[in-house]
């Protein structure tokens, strides 16, 4: 089993910036692809970006492209989403998720099998 844990959350304005983190216990982390989700109030939950298993490869929707940026540290087995530039529409539940199929960099939500708990984002304008 792998648990995965968000953190770092909160209230931020339009313009500001946020560092989610995510860690991973239960299994080897290092060979995964971790990915980024978000689900905002009435909405199906919906991909934000992902990262191959040594970071060498990473994927952004369109609407965070530019703005976030994904990362890894495989020795504390923890990926992190920095979000920039926010814009109220990135208000949302944001969820980490673990693949485990090796080596793919898919955007769907069917194809990750562990989530985190999820950690609130709320952009005000």
């Known amino acids: 089993q792998v648990q995965l844990v968000e953190s770092g959350g909160g209230l931020v304005q339009a313009g500001g910036s946020l560092r989610l983190s995510c860690a991973a216990s239960g299994r080897t982390f290092l060979k995964y692809t971790m990915g980024w989700f978000r689900q905002a109030p009435g909405k199906e939950r919906e991909f934000v970006a992902t990262?191959?298993?040594?970071?060498?490869?990473?994927y952004y929707a369109d609407s965070v492209k530019g703005r976030f940026t994904i990362s890894r540290d495989n020795a504390l087995n923890t990926i992190y989403l920095q979000m920039n530039s926010l814009k109220p529409e990135d208000t949302a539940v944001y969820y980490c998720?673990?693949?485990?199929?090796?080596?793919?960099?898919?955007?769907?939500?069917?194809?990750?099998?562990?989530w985190g708990q999820g950690t609130q984002v709320s952009v005000s304008s």
């Open positions: 990262i191959s298993w040594n970071g060498g490869r990473t």
């Open positions: 998720a673990l693949d485990e199929s090796i080596g793919y960099l898919r955007m769907g939500v069917r194809e990750y099998e562990y």
